[in-house]
């Protein structure tokens, strides 16, 4: 899986380098999350880098997402307009549904291998476009894998009520999708909190834990707690493997073992212990045992 960068200060750490490409992505919040905030920051990291940007808004209008990424500081938002690098889809829910289910394939066929970044802030609306289940389900489903073929996606979803993301807007979403993170906002009396956790990633690995993070002028969406001197790259032998090398076990066995423990680290298996995890690999593998 190729990576990209996010954009998002601190993200790429905790994918294991950045966005798989030609992924989709769903980001959950509250109202107030940094929902568009973070879905700008993504598309403008890739107007930087020459990637083309298709920003679809479903609520706000093209004037005042501009007009906020204006404010943040993010004035070179305009020239990328200008040059046609950024394409803004302003459509209601049910527009872009249609839009989906109509003109979708040919909008595909077109843009297709063009390694743009494309986001859709929020995709609410469309799953309220219809109250048929199977229907949301066909339509967003349907929706991500054309939208991946032009490049790596990006959707926005809004949470409403309770913070487990067990609601029927959420679970539909978070399954179709390759990668869930969330946005977790809490506004009590006296202060904020903020709080970004990557519930899923396919294909990669991440990093489970929930990390602080505060929306700053100029910046955007910067993470607490980020260990950026950690490159998940440069892999040392899990102390598993070592330990492996050291018992006695079938040549084709080890050998396979090997393989599959190749680029593990340490960090990897969190609370497992590692001489816990050798126990059970031996106890699989062993002959009558
Ligand atoms: N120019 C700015 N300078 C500093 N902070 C900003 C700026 N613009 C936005 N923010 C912060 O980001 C927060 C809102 O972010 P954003 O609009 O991305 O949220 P959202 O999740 O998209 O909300 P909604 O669901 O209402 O669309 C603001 O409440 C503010 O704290
Ligand atoms: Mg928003």
Redesign the pocket.
């Known amino acids: 899986m190729r990576k990209i960068t996010s954009g998002i200060y601190g993200l790429n750490p905790l994918l294991d380098g950045g966005v798989n490409e030609n992924s989709t992505t769903v980001v959950i ?12 920051q993504f598309i403008r990291r890739g107007l930087q880098d020459g990637q083309e940007g298709v920003f679809v808004s479903l ?2 209008n093209k004037e005042q997402i501009i007009r ?1 990424a204006v ?3 993010w004035t070179d938002i305009l020239d990328y307009l200008d040059d046609e690098q950024l394409v803004f889809i302003d459509a209601s829910g049910r527009e872009f549904s249609n839009f989906i289910r109509k003109e979708l394939p040919a909008f595909v066929a077109d843009w297709k291998g063009s390694n743009a970044r494309i986001a859709i ?2 995709l609410t609306p469309v799953l309220w476009s219809t109250k048929d289940l199977y229907e949301q389900r066909d339509l967003i489903g349907f929706m991500l894998k054309q939208t991946r073929k032009v490049g790596t996606v990006l959707c ?1 979803l ?1 949470e409403h009520g309770s913070t487990d993301l067990t609601g029927p807007e959420t679970v539909i979403p978070m399954y179709l999708a390759d990668c869930v993170i969330h ?1 977790r ?1 809490d506004h009590g009396p006296s202060k904020h909190t903020r709080e970004l956790q990557i519930i899923k990633c396919r294909n990669s690995r991440h990093d489970p834990d929930a990390h602080p993070y505060e ?3 100029g910046l955007g969406i910067v993470l607490e707690g980020v260990d950026v001197r950690h490159v998940p790259t440069a892999k040392g032998p899990s102390q598993l493997r070592q330990m492996l090398l050291t018992r006695a076990l079938p040549k084709d066995v080890r050998d396979r073992l090997e393989k599959s423990l190749d680029g593990l680290t340490d960090d990897d298996f969190r609370g497992l212990k590692p001489e816990q995890v050798l126990e059970l690999i031996l106890q699989e593998y062993a002959k009558g045992g």
């Open positions: 919040g509250r109202s107030g999350a940094g929902k568009t905030t973070l879905a700008t609520d706000e906020e404010e943040m500081g802030d929020p926005t809004e946005l906002f929306i700053l002028r």
